[in-house]
């Protein structure tokens, strides 16, 4: 993934307004939700991206036993020993899972949370935009007629004018300016 993926990151940020923190942290919940979808629940993961090479590490934590009763969260003793010379009964050792191992189906369900949260992070920039706004006129452009009532470019974003709320016999056409 390596360095493309933080420029990704800086351009999405950049270009949509939306807080670089914030798309690092649905990446990490995309992969973290495709690695459930992959391997179960059951598993104690850990996703971070890596600031400086831009890749994004997986970790799987399991529990050292003498007895293994569940593969998916515990390892035995013999075999932790040979990750970690120094590991004892109780404790959590981790292992570096491959994320490229994923499949296709994991990805397209990491790039479904992804577009998803975008869209939330975009509808809230717009949100905090005007809500303090209420009841102010704002200018636009008629950009299309709708069966609610007709569209406004308002710039940066569009905006319905419902039928409800327009003048009784005023007419408009797409690119007139209105207020």
């Known amino acids: 993934m390596n360095l493309e993926l933080k420029k990704a990151i800086d351009q999405i940020s950049k270009d949509k307004g939306i807080d670089r923190e914030m798309l690092i942290d649905t990446l990490e919940e995309a992969i973290r939700a495709s690695v459930t979808k992959k391997f179960g629940d059951k598993m104690d993961i850990e996703v971070t991206f890596n600031e400086e090479t831009g890749d994004i590490e997986v970790y799987q934590f399991k529990i050292v036993v003498d007895e293994v009763t569940d593969p998916a969260t515990e390892i035995l003793m013999v075999d932790?020993?040979?990750?970690?010379?120094?590991?004892?009964?109780?404790?959590?050792?981790?292992?570096?899972?491959?994320?490229?191992?994923?499949?296709?189906?994991?990805?397209?369900?990491?790039?479904?949370?992804?577009?998803?949260?975008?869209?939330?992070?975009?509808?809230?920039?717009?949100?905090?935009?005007?809500?303090?706004?209420?009841?102010?006129?704002v200018s636009g452009i008629i950009q299309r007629r709708d069966r609610s009532g007709w569209i406004i470019n308002l710039g940066r974003n569009e905006a319905l004018l419902p039928k409800d709320k327009q003048i009784p016999r005023e007419r408009f056409s797409q690119g007139d300016r209105v207020e």
């Open 80 to 137: 932790a020993v040979k990750h970690d010379p120094k590991v004892e009964l109780d404790d959590a050792i981790g292992f570096r899972l491959q994320v490229e191992d994923l499949g296709r189906i994991a990805a397209q369900s990491a790039k479904q949370v992804i577009i998803q949260r975008m869209r939330d992070a975009e509808q809230e920039i717009i949100f905090e935009e005007y809500k303090n706004r209420k009841g102010e006129i």
